[in-house]
């Protein structure tokens, strides 16, 4: 996260605006970037520079809303064009992981509801999106709950940054930032998880 801080302090705020709203639009259909580089980090940054005065708190907020909400659209939207391929062509290694079957698990479990219980958790907000529009989950109620996971979660990151700035020099921020990150984690994940242990009933696209 240090890196990522000191890389966005040095760009002009628009760009950095720019790189907030990017990250968690394109982590649904690139999740390898996902993975490498947690949209999640990049709105705490932007907490924390918030915190330092070199963002806008309401632009800060705008685009990490609106890029969550971009980036379910954009995932669902590759789901149903080519969900189906894609998951045909995806080794055994992945398609036999936890994380796969936990994701599969939270579509076949909650339908559009999964990319809210996702969107606190990297593994499921990379897959969750693309699945649900493999499973032609409908437009309206994903819609829905994209729009009210996005307004919890990118503030909820943003507020991490901002709480980890102002926290920095007195209890040490990354501290702060990885207890209330675990907390986060730990209490949005959990029903897809116990549904996992359940058993990932299958899934087929609706006609």
């Not at 996260?1 to 705020?13: E, G, H, I, K, R």
């Not at 806008?56 to 809303?65: E, F, R, S, T």
């Not at 921020?173 to 675990?182: D, N």
Request: glycine share 12%; charged share 5%; proline share 7%.
């Amino acid at each position: 996260m240090d890196w990522l801080q000191a890389q966005l302090s040095t760009v002009p705020v628009w760009l950095t605006l720019v790189i907030v709203f990017l990250l968690p639009t394109v982590e649904p259909v690139l999740p390898v970037l996902g993975m490498l580089l947690p949209s999640q980090t990049a709105l705490v940054v932007s907490g924390v520079l918030t915190h330092q005065g070199s963002l806008p708190l309401a632009g800060a907020l705008l685009a990490a809303v609106l890029g969550a909400v971009a980036g379910n659209l954009l995932g669902h939207a590759v789901g149903r064009v080519w969900g189906g391929r894609l998951a045909a062509g995806l080794p055994a290694r992945v398609t036999e992981s936890r994380k796969y079957r936990a994701a599969l698990s939270a579509v076949s479990t909650y339908s559009g509801r999964a990319v809210l219980l996702g969107r606190f958790n990297v593994a499921l907000r990379t897959m969750v999106p693309v699945m649900c529009g493999t499973v032609r989950v409908p437009w309206g109620p994903y819609l829905g709950w994209s729009v009210l996971g996005s307004l919890l979660w990118a503030p909820s990151c943003v507020a991490l940054g901002l709480l980890a700035g102002s926290s920095w020099q007195q209890w040490g921020g990354s501290g702060v930032l990885v207890a209330a990150s675990v907390l986060l984690l730990a209490t949005t994940s959990l029903p897809p998880l116990l549904s996992l242990r359940r058993g990932a009933p299958a899934v087929a696209p609706q006609a």
